[in-house]
């Protein structure tokens, strides 16, 4: 063989690729991405431009196939799945917990019922999960962080709150009328699936391994170190006293977010099996996960 074509070809092989990582500005996704964000570990020809973006502005673009690699709602997958494949880690889920209805009192006999309640976007679970525990509650769509504003100004009867709210929300002086995550396991005995990271279809196989395997790493490594993991996620907190954002990252970055196993991928079916069945999703999906 010609030596210039065997060099050519080894450096086409470790070319740099470099891939768009798209997650929240929020604690425990800073927590799961603080290795890759910080180079903690080797990433071979792989090179990661992290961008952060609010769940609800995530979906939108992927919608668009913005991203390589994105965080998205459960729900927005629906809309997703012929341009991403879902990842088997990253995930997280509410273990009898989720997105909280909250308000500033009681709301009578008829609960949510002809309520107006502010959502954080109309492609986050949140949605999903409100509409089937009440279809006829009147959704008021406002960013995530001005659900307790909106409440607050009595410009909706009640919210959903998500992220670092579900811990905070008492503060602002409201009640929590339903656990969402709790009432989907009294339906199905199953975690509420939220948000996962999906990697667009169009990547060649390798890379596509190889990424999987990076994100991995990356959540791994932060659990072994969580001390440090922690103190970067700090940042991203909110507002978060070190003691509520441990408690927050322990609630969506654990053993089920390095692979949510098939426990975890029939809770996603249901919730989008559900979705159709309701006449909330236009059509039966199959979800499809990088194995």
């Avoid at 086409?12 to 991405?33: I, K, Y």
């Avoid at 690699?69 to 997703?80: D, K």
């Avoid at 008829?110 to 502010?118: E, I, Q, R, S, T």
């Amino acid at each position: 063989m010609d030596p210039s074509f065997a060099r050519k070809a080894d450096s086409a092989q470790t070319r740099v690729l470099e891939l768009t990582l798209a997650h929240s500005p929020d604690a425990d996704d800073a927590f799961m991405f603080y290795a890759l964000a910080t180079k903690k570990i080797r990433t071979g020809h792989l090179r990661f431009t992290h961008v952060l973006e609010d769940i609800e502005t995530l979906n939108q673009k992927a919608l668009e196939g913005v991203y390589d690699i994105t965080a998205l709602s459960f729900h927005a997958y629906a809309y997703l799945a012929e341009r991403y494949l879902l990842l088997p880690c990253g995930a997280s889920f509410g273990d009898r917990y989720g997105p909280l209805v909250v308000a500033r009192g009681p709301l009578g006999s008829a609960g949510l019922k002809g309520k107006k309640v502010a959502v954080p976007g109309k492609m986050t679970t949140a949605y999903l999960a409100l509409q089937l525990y009440e279809p006829e509650a009147e959704p008021l769509l406002v960013s995530f962080d001005q659900v307790f504003a909106a409440v607050a100004r009595g410009e909706a009867d009640a919210g959903v709150v998500i992220h670092e709210g579900q811990l905070t929300y008492a503060r602002e002086g409201l009640s929590k009328i339903v656990d969402l995550g709790e009432w989907w396991h009294q339906q199905t005995g199953l975690r509420l699936p939220l948000g996962g990271n999906a990697i667009r279809r169009s990547l060649d196989r390798r890379t596509l391994h190889q990424a999987a395997r990076l994100i991995r790493e990356s959540i791994e490594y932060g659990l072994k170190h969580r001390e440090e993991a922690l103190e970067y996620a700090m940042q991203f907190g909110r507002g978060l006293d070190t003691a509520t954002a441990d408690r927050f990252v322990s609630m969506y970055v654990n053993d089920w977010t390095l692979d949510y196993g098939e426990r975890g991928r029939q809770a996603v079916r249901t919730l989008l099996e559900r979705g159709f069945e309701k006449g909330l999703l236009p059509h039966p999906v199959k979800p499809e996960f990088l194995e």
